[in-house]
Nanobody, 115 residues
Framework: QVQLVESGGGLVQAGGSLRLSCAAS????????MAWSRQAPGKQREFVAR?????STNVADSVKGRFTISRAKNTVYLQMNSLKPEDTAVYYC???????????WGQGTQVTVSS
């Protein structure tokens, strides 16, 4: 069993930066890929970024060049720069378990960007 806890969300002015963290606990040695997604009010949840166990990464076109995903041990990070009001959303962390199709999700952390 894996538990994910996000932190680092908050209120930031447009053009500013914010760094999200997601700490994994429990059977964290079984984690393969980790990812971030987000959901804004009135919109569907969308993929933001993913990092695999080999450190390869993939980011959504909407945040490419501004957001960077990284990983260290049992924690995944999302560095968000040049934030825009449209980045306002609840950001969720996810982890995939190796050798299975099982995925775990965090509770989400709110990011609000003011204009």
């Amino acid at each position: 069993q894996v538990q994910l806890v996000e932190s680092g969300g908050g209120l930031v002015q447009a053009g500013g930066s914010l760094r999200l963290s997601c700490a994994a606990s429990g059977s964290s040695f079984r984690i393969n890929a980790m990812a971030w997604s987000r959901q804004a009010p009135g919109k569907q949840r969308e993929f933001v970024a993913r990092i695999d166990s080999d450190s390869s990464t993939n980011v959504a076109d909407s945040v490419k060049g501004r957001f960077t995903i990284s990983r260290a041990k049992n924690t995944v990070y999302l560095q968000m720069n040049s934030l825009k009001p449209e980045d306002t959303a609840v950001y969720y962390c996810a982890a995939a378990i190796r050798y299975t199709t099982i995925n775990y999700w965090g509770q989400g952390t709110q990011v609000t960007v003011s204009s």
